[in-house]
């Protein structure tokens, strides 16, 4: 990562304010600090100014504008993304989103919603709650994260077992290119037969152009929800519970693990749960559909915990009685602020027979490099979420992280997974693409980015390793 | 130096033999075949290599090579001429039928990994053992390669409750136009770790290469298969019916109006709504549909229910030609209305499947081709415009069609989309041997 601060041109910084007006281009260093980092706090750089537009046509004409100047740029929404994937390197301008939030239309008979890439996840099911309506994928941060940060990112979130990620969801897109073009992708209304180039900008990483506008499927409210919580004394046995219930034929909507260091970190917290002391691990299982059936999903699912070894199993009926199992696990990032000044979150995702497995070897490498590492994870999906606790002052303390990060990516590409589920891999992750995918990919990954963005200055220095960029596409 | 094959007259004679030999240097006698209908050569590699072998021949003396599955899907003129338009033409086809069978299969995980020929048919008989299912129903039923699944993308009736091909692929092997072998995407089910080329290569109807292995999500098999169906007077009834039971704020699986006019006895208007759930789920979301529907002429359970589900896309698949509407879910009526109007004829002969829960709007019908109506497609297409639908031929069958050439039987995409779709083809196959099943209009 670079440290160096360049300003941005004062003849560019005069254009792009005449395009969208003076208070919506930053330029005083003081403020740009606010946007030095996401949601990924060691990595830190300011962009050289952010540009705040409102519309469709105002980010056009500021796209347009840093083309011509050949000036790198990066989009960002809430900059709650943990990959580093909003970090402006290079020089770049930030067009942050957050003033394009409105929701465009709200189109109940086809239960969808047409919103602006600044529209925050939870807005959007608030809005569409009184018409018996939500939006389905549900990210840790929703109550934060943009609709754009989502696309960008193809984020998930617990409820994504039986629902699946955000790529379901985006039916189109209206996307401005790098070089200022506006083209429409996709849309519920149309089957052109055309390449699923929707599908493909979904999880792009603000690589390929801004989304200025986005087409998103809404489903029917759940009538019914049903939330338990395991207790168990080790977290294998939470692993097995977890493998008896999808066993059994049954697809709760959400299953989710924390184990016994993050148990600790939250009930030292203010956001005690009331658990144990001495619990080795705890495992939400949620149902939602038809009132009808659903106890008896759950009974089974209490059942199987049982047989597991669980040491208690409470159910929730009451919203309040759900929200209060769910602390547990909602809580935990914040609460793990409490015993390391810095967090670093592992997003690898393996198989999910081989979840106990990889959870001995996760403990094996902190305990090897003397790291603490805390787990909360999406059981259902085996996509771990292993916290690295550590002191970023410490450059040898930081090292010794690194070190233990990649090991744990080695172990869960061994056990045939993947290095990222749902964080993306940004500027974080780009050194270790090659681990898990081949050369031929890599390079044909680098031709499709240049068939969007042949100069490169559209989020520079994000997800393809060096040597893969579209300079190396031309070649 | 092209292959010398003109549009819809096939190739020189004798051309094909030659290339059935330099085919049969490359893959062994067993490895080339022909395809019946066409006369082309068909090449049935083994492997990834051999395809990549296949491919890298193929640039050299410039050959146009197009992917097959079960063939269902293929409509090529006797003689291998092309059906519309000269940019669909290949010289020889390249087949999956020698790389079937399930690779990995982890019940526990709920996913697979199988070779590309392996039929829809074969899967359901192994899945059946560990209690498992493929959610996907596309045309053409059980015969339908995983391959085939893959390269057309097509959703069938049960997208509203489980989704489309595009959300069950978790990961795909695949020889790109360059002979280079691609394992894009893995067999975990959230996998965000570089640019999605599963999902593009997904409905790219083989024109970024070969998929030679599919890896997919399962889903627990239903406890309860059930279908229920209502047989009404006309296509308004049908409607008012249907959509009843779309206003309804519950999740079917699957919800379709069909009609054919053609057939004897059980084939006239009629609603068809599956129910696929744990029992009393199944039992509640029963007593909705009754409450505003009637009490159903017939009631399906179980095998029955999903066979005559097979049946149905089989039948989509297998009769030809196929025409695909799509629009807003409260915009059928009207799409219908332009439907009726610009293809009076195919309206009125084929098969119309009205998926009220997406906006879907199909028709099918045995043998040949209504006249007219591709050049009726194109005014359809302009009539569905104003509001945003399309309508595009999956299969235009093979009747009448060179006096068609030429002409579009698909919306038109803007031009910075079709420059982006030229581009992101070229960078699957730069030396362009794979003309895939796209043409004119299509692709700019």
New interface residues.
Partial sequence: VTHTVSSVDPLLARRLREAVGQDAVLTDPDRLLVYESDGLSHYRHPPSAVVLPRTTDELRRVVRLLHEAETPFVARGAGTGLSGGALAVDGAVMIATSRMNRILDL?V????ARVQPGVVNAHLTQATAPH?LYYAPDPSSQSACTLGGNVA??S?GPH?LKY??T??YVTGLVVV?PDG?????G???????????V??F???EG?FGVAAEIEVAL???PEAVRTLLALFDTLEESGAAV?AI??D???PAALEIVDRETIRAVEASVFAAGFPEDVGAALVVEFD?????LD??VEAARERCLDAGATEVRTATSDQERAALWQGRKKAFGAMGRIGPDLLVQDA?????RLPEVLARVREIGERHGIRIANVF?AG???LHPNLLFDRRDPEQLERVERASKEIMRACIEA??????????GLD?RAY?PL???H???E??G??????DPTGRCNPGK??PDGYGPEA?AR | VRGSSRAGEGPEPGVAAKRREALGALLGEEGVTEHGPSGLPLALPTSAEEVGALFRAARERGWRVRPTGSGIGLDLLPGGGARVGPSSEPDLLVGSARMGGVLDYEPADLTLRAGAGTTLQELDRILRAEAQWLPLDPPGGGAVTLGGVVATGVAGPLSPGFGRPRDQVLGLGMVDGRGKSLALGGRVVKNVAGFDLVRLATGSRGALGFVHEVSLRLFPRPRVDRTLEWSVADGEEALALGRRLAALPLSFASLELLDDPGAEGAGGPRVLLRLVDSAPAADRLEAEAVRVAGPPSTRLEGDDSATAAQARSWEEGIGSPSLRLQGLPDAVDEVLRALARTLPEAAARMTTGVRLLTGTVRLWGRGDAPPGLLEGCEALTRALAPMGATARVLRPGTAGLRRAEGHRIGPASADGVRRLQREIRRAFDPHGILPGAWREGWEG
């Fill in positions: 189109d008979a086809n239960r969808r018996g990112e193809n998930g994504c699946g990620v790529t379901r290119l073009e506006v083209v429409e992708l849309g519920m209304a149309r089957d052109a037969g055309e390449l699923d180039l599908g493909l979904v999880g792009s690589c489903l029917p409210r493998s999808i066993g034929g049954l697809l559909g038809l009132a009808d059936g008896e999903e995702t393996v198989p999910r027979t999406h999906d085996g996509n045939g997974g993947t290095i990222t589920g749902e964080h993306g891999v992750k693409m898990v995918i081949s031929e990919v890599l044909t990954m031709r499709v980015k240049a068939a969007f997800v393809l596409a």
